[in-house]
Every structure is written in structure tokens, then in C-alpha cells.
């Protein structure tokens, strides 16, 4: 007769287990046949939490978040923290970054204007939080040595001080470390390098748009980051590039507001004193400083219809200033104030918005014609789209009548962006006396 099949758990338990013994974990840790601790454990071998394992197995119910999690035992801490060091350092470069802590970082920043520090009291509390609690993306942005870095190599710092892991790696570095990976002679394969990028308990990925924009470069970075993406792993990003200028697939991902936090630094350069940011060395503002609605004139005498004119423009810049919003444009002969008024605006708009870029046309298409050029620290792409991207943009002496095709196409891009996005712009145009 042939045996019946079971269908019961209880039926096939007795089956399952038969033949097996089963021993005492604690006992089988405790020592080898020759009565020797075994070596090579992280932990105490007398300590009564883990038995020298160095980690430990809640006893709570399978609907607790703890449920078999292995938990790192305090008495294998320092040991555990160390090996992490030396697997994450291997590859990144935390051991370099030791120093940059939260308790180093200055968050009301040196010097700084209310709206600035506010920028960077953010990204420190933001820092803050997602090191006590390191879930989902953060992304820091900013110009050039405004502490990005610091904040983000902070959080790795504070997460392997408790005992967790985590990878600090610039995106140069990245790639250079996958191509190597092809040579023979690498001690570890690609795939397995990549697998560990891929899956870091936590990866800090530093200057994001720093690398080569080679196709195989792009197409890495989008695969590391899309696997972390779709996986809702622990990730902080630094990037000094716009949004708009880095890979599209890329950026889908960071603008992702259910699970990226983006924070903004707008602050003076940690490393040089002064304040550096990506549009400064292009902006014309600090030529117009001294131009306000204070000082502007207004004659005492002439024809009162044009003085009433400059009134009301005047008046109507000042409401613009309190609340730049859409276009402001300003249309007039040479040297009646349109400049002044533009200057007045943007200096105005300055006290509270830091990123003012004040531009005359002429100037512009110079800046831009230089980015094509061999020596260029970036190349045109990045260049023309910080300026399209520009919180606030005063653009003086647009002249529709562009002198190239390539001029002509450019102003049309920039404009017909800034009409799109809707971003606070104002122009001033010379008329002739037909027009």
C-alpha cells in the first residue's frame, strides 16, 4: 500500500526533522572539540549577549521592525566599526574625512546675510536628521565650498560612530574605480565592485556632474543610481551643478519629492573667506550697487507729463521688487533711468534672494562665446544653463537684433525659457525716436 501523502504542517514537521539533532546555540559558540574558543569572532566569548559572536538576535515577534535582524553587540562594537572603516576605506574615503564632524560644522555660517544662513542652518538640521535616522535620499547642492562635503561626510561619520556603515566616494573616484576593476590583476571583479556600490548601507556620493560625461560614464552612474532608487536605499548627494544641467534620467530620479530631500546652500566659501558662487564672477551687480529707488532722479521741472512717467515707473519697479514675479520689462530712450530702475530692482530683490544675477547683454554673449573655448573651467551646456536657471535675472540692453544667428538663437533660448518657466526676469530695451 502506498503511503499517504501528508497535508498537515504537523504531519510534515516529524519528516523534515528526522535525523536531525539539534544543539544549544550558545554551546556550539562557546568552544571547539579541544575545549579552544574559536577565533576570528567579533565579540567577548564570555560575553552572555551574543557568546563572542559579536551580534545577537531579538526575541520579539515577527510583526516587530527588529525581527531577525542580526543587532550589534557592545561588546563587539569598537571591533565591528573598525572592520567597516577598513572595508568602506578600501574603496572611499572616509578615513580622510574623520575630522568632519557635526560638532566642526559651523551652521550659522561667518559673515552671512539672514536669507544665507538660513540656507545653511537647513541643510545642517536636514544633515542632522538623516544621520539620527538615515532614510531615503538627501541631496545637498550649492556653489563651490559652502560644506557640502563636510555636512555629508558628518553623516557617514556619525552612522559608523554607531556602528553602521557607510561609503564616501567622489563620482570621478567611482568611475575610475570601476574601470580598474577590468584589469586582471584587480583584486576584486567588476561585477563584485559594482554589487558593493550598488548595495552600500549607506553611499555618499560626492561632486554628482564632476565626472566625464562619456556615455559609459552616464549610463554607470544612472544604473548605481536607479538600483538605489528603486530600492528606497540610503543615499546623500552633493552636487554644485543646476538640476538641469546633469543626465535627464538622473535627474527624474532627484526630483522625486517622495523620497529625495533637497537642500540648497547659499553661503560663503568655507575654504577662501569670501563668497563664491557659480554666477558671481558673470554678474555685473557690484557695478550698480549704488543705484536705488532712494537716489533715483526725478527732475523738479520740465514737462509734468514726463515726470509723471517716471513716477509711475518708478513706483511700478518698487512694487516688482517686493514681489518679483513674471516680467518686468523697461522701454526708453538712452539715459532716461532704465538702467538704474533694473539696478534699484535687483539690488532690492538681493536683501532677501540671494542668487541676483545682473547681466548686459553684451556682456552675456562674451561669457558665452568664451565657454567654447579649450581652457574653459565649463563647458557652454553647463554655463548657458545656470544662467537660464537663475532665481532672479536682470538682463540690460537686450537687443532683439541679435548681430549672429548663433546670438540670435541663443537670446531666443534663454528668453523663451525664462517665458516658460516663469522666472522672475526683467529686461531693459532701447527705443530709437521712430519707435
Not at 122 to 141: C, D, I, K, M, T
Not at 371 to 394: H, W, Y
Amino acid at each position: 500500500m502506498a503511503k499517504t501523502r501528508p497535508h498537515k504542517l504537523e504531519d510534515l514537521l516529524p519528516q523534515a526533522t528526522a535525523g536531525m539533532q539539534m544543539t544549544p546555540t550558545s554551546d556550539s559558540l562557546s568552544t571547539n572539540d579541544r575545549g579552544e574558543r574559536p577565533r576570528g569572532r567579533l565579540g567577548d566569548p564570555d560575553c552572555p549577549i551574543c557568546h563572542g559572536i559579536g551580534f545577537y538576535v531579538k526575541d520579539v515577534s515577527i510583526e516587530h521592525p527588529d525581527f531577525g535582524k542580526a543587532i550589534p553587540c557592545q561588546c563587539a562594537l569598537p571591533k565591528i566599526q573598525a572592520r567597516r572603516k577598513r572595508e568602506m576605506n578600501a574603496l572611499g574615503s572616509m578615513e580622510m574625512l574623520e575630522r568632519m564632524t557635526f560638532e566642526t560644522f559651523h551652521p550659522e555660517g561667518v559673515g552671512l546675510t539672514p536669507e544665507r544662513r538660513k540656507t545653511i542652518r537647513a541643510a545642517y538640521e536636514a544633515a542632522r536628521r538623516f544621520a539620527e535616522h538615515p532614510q531615503g535620499w538627501l541631496v545637498l547642492s550649492g556653489g563651490y565650498g559652502v560644506g557640502k562635503t563636510h555636512l555629508a561626510a558628518a553623516i557617514g561619520n556619525e552612522i559608523i560612530a554607531r556602528g553602521g556603515a557607510a561609503l564616501f566616494i567622489l563620482a570621478p573616484d567611482l568611475l575610475d574605480h570601476l574601470r580598474a576593476s577590468f584589469n586582471p590583476s584587480s583584486p576584486e571583479t567588476y561585477d563584485e565592485l559594482f554589487d558593493r556600490l550598488k548595495n552600500a548601507p549607506l553611499l555618499i556620493l560626492d561632486d554628482l556632474g564632476a565626472e566625464s560625461a562619456t556615455p559609459w560614464a552616464q549610463e554607470k552612474l544612472f544604473q548605481l543610481l536607479n538600483h538605489r532608487y528603486l530600492r528606497r536605499l540610503p543615499t546623500v548627494i552633493t552636487t554644485n551643478r543646476p538640476f538641469s544641467a546633469l543626465e535627464a534620467r538622473i535627474r527624474s530620479r532627484l526630483l522625486d519629492v517622495d523620497l529625495v530631500e533637497h537642500r540648497r546652500i547659499l553661503a560663503a566659501d568655507y575654504r577662501g573667506g569670501g563668497y563664491i558662487d557659480n554666477l558671481v564672477e558673470l554678474s555685473e551687480l557690484h557695478l550698480h550697487k549704488h543705484q536705488t529707488f532712494e537716489n533715483f532722479h526725478i527732475p523738479q521741472s520740465g514737462r509734468e507729463d514726463l515726470r509723471q512717467n517716471l513716477i509711475n515707473v518708478r513706483n511700478a519697479a518698487i512694487r516688482y521688487a517686493e514681489q518679483p514675479e513674471g516680467w518686468f520689462t523697461f522701454i526708453g530712450k538712452s539715459g532716461v533711468g532704465k538702467t538704474h530702475l533694473a539696478a534699484a530692482i535687483a539690488n532690492h530683490v538681493r536683501m532677501f534672494q540671494p542668487e541676483v544675477l545682473f547681466i548686459s547683454m553684451p556682456r552675456l554673449m562674451d561669457f558665452l562665446r568664451a565657454t567654447m573655448g579649450a581652457n574653459a573651467d565649463l563647458s557652454l551646456l553647463v554655463r548657458f544653463e545656470q544662467i537660464k536657471e537663475a532665481p532672479m535675472l536682470i538682463l540690460d540692453d537686450l537687443n532683439p537684433r541679435m548681430s549672429s544667428v548663433w546670438a540670435a538663437e541663443k537670446l531666443f533660448q534663454l528668453v523663451d525659457y525664462r517665458y516658460l518657466s516663469r522666472k522672475p526676469t526683467v529686461y531693459t530695451i532701447t527705443s530709437s525716436d521712430r519707435e
